[in-house]
């Protein structure tokens, strides 16, 4: 008999083991799509089943690729670029073409610059190695962008597969389901969800007789600060919607905490406008530097949250990198949480965030 897998995230079916991937009640069987119970359960109830297999175990999965031919679309998240990109992409995938794509454009401000963004994500690839054929923005969950976007993968592809790629929640398994609906109507046929690692297995959406659209499991990286925080305020951190840019004019001895995840000391310069894009929920505070050490050891987790009570279990200690700024308008981007403008000239802050979730600077993209 042929092995069934999951509609919605590609594990094998089975009927004994109800702890296990896959696992689908003899019922339910006879069913046209048949639906894991875990996915049935995101799907109606929003509720996550955990799962027992390793982080290894789907990069073994997706390094299956190498020895296939096809195009590789790899999908980042435009609010975790450094948390996103797929440094080991190109090992990983073999000799295979690649086009980037940055997803979630919708969470962006109107004013965002979109040839500079296209621009720091083709140079982020080149800087880790990646080659890449060409760049474009999307936003799966509103549907911008695709048209370009499919032009090139049916001309890059030469009528190969198409293998989407990339890390957890970066928005595979959306865009995949915006391709579906756009083709055939039908919604949500692909689990998606915000919690890390949805789909399990690869699920082939065939694009002709021959060749065919594949989903794969997302690759886990431990610097997505996704990974350290609870579910709670994984929900919290992560913009729903357009992201307003809240703006704060400091003087030199302020710094700014973001819940209690991040922090900027402004340290030396002019007076100047910090504009801060972060999820609209994330509380941002504005302290005295020489009270902020203070502060942060006796109300992290309470005025200063998130973290909550479980993030903090997990979380790592905060660690700090100081940047002199003299180049104009810099963002000090703090990878999967959001980042600040500054005017950049004559500036010295400092930045803090989780160890191994490093903080970076680039040229403002707005
Ligand atoms: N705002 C916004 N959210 C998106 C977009 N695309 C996906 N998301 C959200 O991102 C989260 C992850 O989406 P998925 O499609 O499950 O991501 P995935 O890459 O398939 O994740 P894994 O299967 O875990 O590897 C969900 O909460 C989606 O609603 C987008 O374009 N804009
Ligand atoms: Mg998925």
Sequence with gaps: MEKRLCQGCGAPIQTAKPKEIGYTPESALQKDTILCQRCFRLKHYNEIQSVSIRDDDFLQMVSKIGERRGLIVHIVDIFDVSGSLIKSLPRITGNNPIILVGNKMDLLPKSTN?????????????????????????????????????????????????YIVGTTNVGKSTFINRLIKHSTGMK????????????????????DESTALIDTPGIVNKQQIAHYVSEQDLKLITPNKEIKPRIYQLNSGQSLFFGGLARLDFLKGDKQSFVCYFSNQLPIHRTKLENADTLYKEHKGELLSPPDEQTLEKLPDLTETTYRLNEGKTDIVFPGLGWVSVPGYQTTVTAYSPKGVAVSVRKSLI
Excluded: C, Q
């Design 114 to 162: 979109k040839r500079k963004l296209t621009d720091w994500l083709r140079s982020s690839a080149k800087e880790m190695g990646i080659r890449v054929e060409d760049v474009f923005l999307i936003s799966s969950a509103k549907g911008h962008g695709m048209e370009a976007l499919t032009e090139a993968i049916e001309h890059f592809r030469a009528n190969k597969d198409v």
């Design 188 to 207: 949500d046929v692909i689990t998606t969800s915000y919690f890390p690692g949805t789909t399990l297995g690869f699920i082939e959406i065939p694009l």
